[in-house]
C-alpha cells in the first residue's frame, strides 16, 4: 500500500588573467584539484578513494588560496599606485570595478536567503515498492536546481557552505559528499543567496526542478529549510574565473 501510495512521485533527474602573471600562477596550484570537479556531472561518480584525496588536499588549498589572497593584495595596491599616472591602468582599474559584483571578487554585505538540504533522517526496512534508497538522499541535481532557481531569481552573490560561487561554479557528488572547489562536504547542504528575499522565495517556488525535490520532502522526509538572514557578510569568491571546458560555437 505504502508503495502505491508513493507512485505519484515525479522521476528525478539523476581580470586580471593576462595582465599578471602571478595571479595566473596563484590560481593555478589553488585549482587544478577542482579542475577535475569541473568535467561532468555524475551524481554517483566511483573514483576509488577521491573524497580522501581531496580531504588530505583541502589545507594545501587552503594554504595556496591564502597565497593567492596576498598576491592579489598586492597587485591591486601596485596597480592603485601606478593609475594615477597611467591612463590605461586607470581604465582597467575603472573596467575591473565595475565587474566585480558580476565575478564576485570583492566581498558583499546585505539581506539574503538560505536554504538547506538534508537527507532524511529516517529511511524505512523494507523500502517501499519502486523507491530506492537513492531517494532518500540529496543529489546533485538537487543543490544545483536550487542555485539555478536563486540565480534566475535576481540572486547578486551566493554562498555555497562556506565558499563564495558564481555562475559558472561547478559541483560534484563522488559518494554522497560533495566537492566544491577542491574541497569536501556532507549534508545538510547550505545555499545563501543574496539579493531581494521576495523575488528569491517566488523563484524558488516558481522552480520545477525544486518543485520535484519538494514532493520528495512531503513524501520520503528528506530536509527542506528556507529562512531570510536580514544582514549578511559574504567574502570574495576565491576560485578561477576563466572557463576551461567551454568554448564559443562556431
Known sequence: MVGQQLTWLTRRPTFWS???????VAAGVLFATSATT???????????????????????NTLAGQKLQRVQSEVDRLSSQQAPGDLRVTQLTRK???LALAAGTQPVR??????????????????????????????????????????KGGAEAM?????RVISTSAVRCVGNTLILQGRVYSPPYRIRAMGDPQALQQALDASRTVGIYREYVDALGLGY?????PDVTFPAYAGSTALQYARAGA
Open 18 to 24: 593576462a595582465a599578471v602573471p602571478l595571479v595566473a
Open 110 to 151: 546585505g539581506a539574503a536567503l538560505e536554504v538547506s538540504l538534508d537527507d532524511a533522517k529516517i529511511v524505512p526496512d523494507p523500502l517501499p515498492d519502486g523507491i530506492s534508497l537513492d531517494s532518500y538522499v540529496v543529489h546533485q541535481q538537487d543543490v544545483q536546481a536550487v542555485v539555478n532557481a536563486l540565480w
Open 159 to 163: 554562498m555555497l557552505m562556506d565558499q
Open 225 to 229: 529549510d528556507v529562512k531570510t538572514l
Open 38 to 60: 569541473a568535467k561532468g556531472t555524475d551524481l554517483r561518480s566511483s573514483g576509488g578513494d577521491l573524497p580522501g584525496l581531496i580531504r588530505a588536499e583541502t589545507r594545501q
Open 96 to 98: 575591473a570595478d565595475s
